[in-house]
């Protein structure tokens, strides 16, 4: 195990230098590369942040469904043949479930402020607020 400051954590740290000390000096397309360079920061802070636990999640649930077990490339791609080939589909007991986690999964990394999936994360929370 690797002393602090985590990758995750200098990363983020970076990416908020350049953010708050750089970005407000630069004009253009300079800025624009800029603010290109700070979401792919901001991107691999989350991956590092996030992937270990939806990764591990995204495999049991792909065990399980599909009875075997695997890498979860292999695993992934075995589901998508299923799907294709029409063995596998929405009605599939755990498919639809399966693949609505692992979009919300993805859409953390990916895309966090993409309005349906904030709107999504929401609505999830007041559903555990109301139920505890």
Same mark, same amino acid.
């Not at 919300?104 to 505890?132: F, T």
């Given at each position: 195990?690797?002393?602090?400051?985590?990758?995750?954590?200098? $990363?983020?740290?970076?990416?908020?230098?350049?953010?708050?000390? $750089?970005?407000?000096?630069?004009?253009?397309?300079?800025?624009?590369?800029?603010?290109?360079? $700070?979401?792919?920061?901001?991107?691999?802070?989350?991956?590092?942040?996030?992937?270990?636990?939806?990764?591990?999640?995204?495999?049991?649930?792909?065990?399980?469904?599909?009875?075997?077990?695997?890498?979860?490339?292999?695993?992934?791609?075995?589901?998508?043949?299923? $799907?294709?080939?029409?063995?596998?589909?929405?009605?599939?007991?755990?498919?639809?479930?399966?693949?609505?986690?692992?979009?919300?999964?993805?859409?953390?990394?990916?895309?966090?402020?993409?309005?349906?999936?904030?709107?999504?994360?929401?609505?999830?929370?007041?559903?555990?607020?109301?139920?505890?």
């Amino acid at each position: 195990m690797q002393d602090e400051p985590r990758p995750d954590e200098l $990363i983020k740290a970076v990416a908020d230098f350049l953010r708050d000390q $750089i970005a407000p000096q630069i004009s253009g397309h300079a800025a624009f590369k800029l603010r290109v360079g $700070i979401n792919a920061l901001d991107l691999v802070t989350r991956q590092l942040a996030l992937s270990a636990d939806s990764d591990a999640e995204e495999l049991a649930s792909l065990k399980t469904l599909l009875g075997k077990d695997g890498t979860l490339v292999d695993l992934n791609s075995d589901l998508a043949e299923r $799907i294709a080939s029409g063995v596998v589909d929405l009605s599939t007991p755990g498919v639809k479930d399966h693949l609505w986690r692992t979009t919300l999964a993805k859409l953390a990394v990916d895309q966090p402020n993409y309005a349906s999936y904030r709107r999504e994360m929401q609505g999830s929370e007041s559903k555990e607020a109301a139920s505890s």
